[in-house]
T-cell receptor, first 112, second 111 residues
Framework: DTAVSQTPKYLVTQMGNDKSIKCEQNLGHDTMYWYKQDSKKFLKIMFSYNNKELIINETVPNRFSPKSPDKAHLNLHINSLELGDSAVYFC???????????FGSGTRLTVV | KQEVTQIPAALSVPEGENLVLNCSFTDSAIYNLQWFRQDPGKGLTSLLLIQSSQREQTSGRLNASLDKSSGRSTLYIAASQPGDSATYLCAVMDQGGKLIFGQGTELSVKP
């Protein structure tokens, strides 16, 4: 299946831990993104990579570090997790140009 | 700064009704506008993409329009069905390539 896939789907962890979320797309897209959906369901961009290069870095705590080993993968590492980091994190990709995004199914992170 | 607003926040209709969801944006300098559907606990499914040069797009019972100059888009759903129940999200792509979302309209179609 051609898609954007994220792992894990659910992640429950304690405050202070470090965790990673992985994302892979097999659509041949050049650009990948991380979005955060808060408890009020509002989606906001965090990062964007184009061909492994960071192009968008919104005001996000530096505990969040994206890593793109190649243009098909964009992982999100979070250090020293806090309660407020609990949210659903979505990965997305798009081809170069003004084309639409394709989203993954999300990772629900719960920090306890 | 681009802001996207969706009205209404929630909508409940009986099955079979035609309905319109509204989306407005503050900056007309957009590349495109995309409507998504999100089912509870699920990801986002792209419904329609309208390029900035287009006025509307249609897919089955869905029709989306775009009036860039007035900063408005509508999503028209014909003959609504219970399976259409979901949250509908409007998003615009700004000049920097970012997709900026509205808060969504939660639609419930009653049998």
């Amino acid at each position: 299946d051609t898609a954007v896939s994220q792992t894990p789907k659910y992640l429950v962890t304690q405050m202070g831990n470090d965790k990673s979320i992985k994302c892979e797309q097999n659509l041949g897209h050049d650009t990948m993104y991380w979005y955060k959906q808060d408890s009020k369901k509002f989606l906001k961009i965090m990062f964007s990579y184009n061909n492994k290069e960071l192009i968008i870095n919104e005001t996000v705590p530096n505990r969040f570090s994206p890593k793109s080993p190649d243009k098909a993968h964009l992982n999100l590492h979070i250090n020293s997790l806090e309660l407020g980091d609990s949210a659903v994190y979505f990965c997305a990709s798009s081809p170069t140009g003004d084309y639409g995004y394709t989203f993954g199914s999300g990772t629900r992170l719960t920090v306890v | 700064k681009q802001e996207v607003t969706q009205i209404p926040a929630a909508l409940s209709v009986p099955e079979g009704e035609n309905l319109v969801l509204n989306c407005s944006f503050t900056d007309s300098a957009i590349y495109n506008l995309q409507w998504f559907r999100q089912d509870p606990g699920k990801g986002l499914t792209s419904l329609l993409l309208i390029q900035s040069s287009q006025r509307e797009q249609t897919s089955g019972r869905l029709n989306a329009s775009l009036d860039k100059s007035s900063g408005r888009s509508t999503l028209y759903i014909a003959a609504s069905q219970p399976g259409d129940s979901a949250t509908y999200l409007c998003a615009v792509m700004d000049q920097g390539g970012k997709l900026i979302f509205g808060q969504g309209t939660e639609l419930s179609v009653k049998p």
